[in-house]
């Protein structure tokens, strides 16, 4: 494996279900009552967040923990970053200060690549989402809950039908799980109005409907997105209502789902928009499963990038 998880394209499958296999291993171990592990005792990970978060800065930190990692959060918003200093001062700071990892979000695709790139820092850096380009754990988590789910230990997802729903021009969340799935077989359908899809989407190799319910009745998984307002800056739909009914996974979208189908959601969920509060809470919701497994697959993250790494 790379020193750095920058993007899905950083792993060959084999080193995807390696980080998969390493997280259900953690599973067992943490529920046979050994919550700590000694792994990384005496190495520093850096939460380098300048855009807001809760399940991923949260996780990443308990992950680090329960790998007795020592943890440094830094948030711009309270830092020297709100009075100008550069990314580059950032990061050298961070050197200084020892990290063996940063894990970094930002609001600009790219900046978690510029930073392992730039030769100011040595430690391992791990995107934890940049802009509308990646956010590579969140895949995997999302991966690691689907085997779960559906009982297949060794991540061969083929034959089985994933609908990704709602806005995927600004979600970096549905490019990073487009990468992953493909590579673990599945098969994949982008369902949107037209204005939310990415130019150049039909190279992404994938199918693509503006017909939810057409498309609803075939999948097994259903992984609904965030409306990312925050990044809208033009008129995408008439109005939220309108979206809603033609988007939205209510209870009557809900009753017509296969009844093995589970329904995700990355979180944070504008409830009442592209999920109904009734589909989020659902029996077959897996939206906890997914934060829980997040701790698991950021520890197994962790583990493959510093875990056999020097600790200088
Ligand atoms: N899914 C996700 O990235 O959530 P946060 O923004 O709360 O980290």
Redesign the pocket.
């Known amino acids: 494996m790379k020193n750095h998880l920058l993007s899905i394209n950083d792993l060959s499958r084999d080193e995807a279900v390696a980080i998969l296999a390493t997280a259900a291993e953690l599973g067992r171990v943490s529920e046979g009552g050994q919550k700590k592990l000694p792994t990384l005792r005496g190495r520093a990970v850096v939460n380098l967040f300048f855009e807001?978060?809760?399940?991923?800065?949260i996780s990443f930190e308990s992950a680090a923990k329960r790998l007795s990692a020592d943890v440094i959060n830094f948030s711009a918003k309270g830092s020297s970053v709100s009075k100008g200093e550069s990314l580059k001062d950032t990061a050298q700071t961070l050197q200084a200060m020892g990290a063996d990892a940063v894990v970094i979000r930002h609001g600009a695709s790219g900046a978690a690549q510029r930073l392992a790139d730039s030769g100011w820092i040595s430690a391992s850096v791990i995107n934890a989402?940049d802009g509308t380009h990646e956010?590579p754990t969140?895949a995997l988590l999302d991966a690691f809950t689907i085997g779960e789910k559906f009982g297949l230990a060794t991540y061969d997802f083929s034959g089985l039908k994933v609908g990704i729903v709602g806005d995927i021009l600004h979600s970096r969340?549905a490019r990073s799980n487009v990468l992953l799935l493909k590579k673990l077989g599945a098969s994949v359908t982008l369902i949107a109005p037209p204005t939310l899809l990415p130019v150049g989407v039909e190279q992404w190799g994938v199918a693509v409907s503006y017909d939810f319910d057409a498309a609803l009745k075939n999948l097994d998984v259903v992984m609904m997105l965030r409306i990312q307002s925050e990044r809208m800056h033009d008129l995408f739909f008439p109005s939220a209502r309108e979206y809603s009914r033609a988007y939205g996974l209510d209870s009557t979208r809900l009753s017509t789902l296969k009844p093995k189908a589970i329904v995700m959601h990355?979180?944070?969920m504008n409830r009442g928009l592209e999920i109904s509060a009734d589909s989020a809470d659902s029996l077959q919701s897996v939206v906890l499963a997914q934060v829980t497994n997040g701790v698991l697959v950021r520890m197994s993250v962790l583990y493959h990038l510093l875990a056999g790494a020097s600790n200088s």
């Open positions: 807001d978060s809760t399940r991923t800065r989402g956010h969140q969340v990355p979180g944070p």
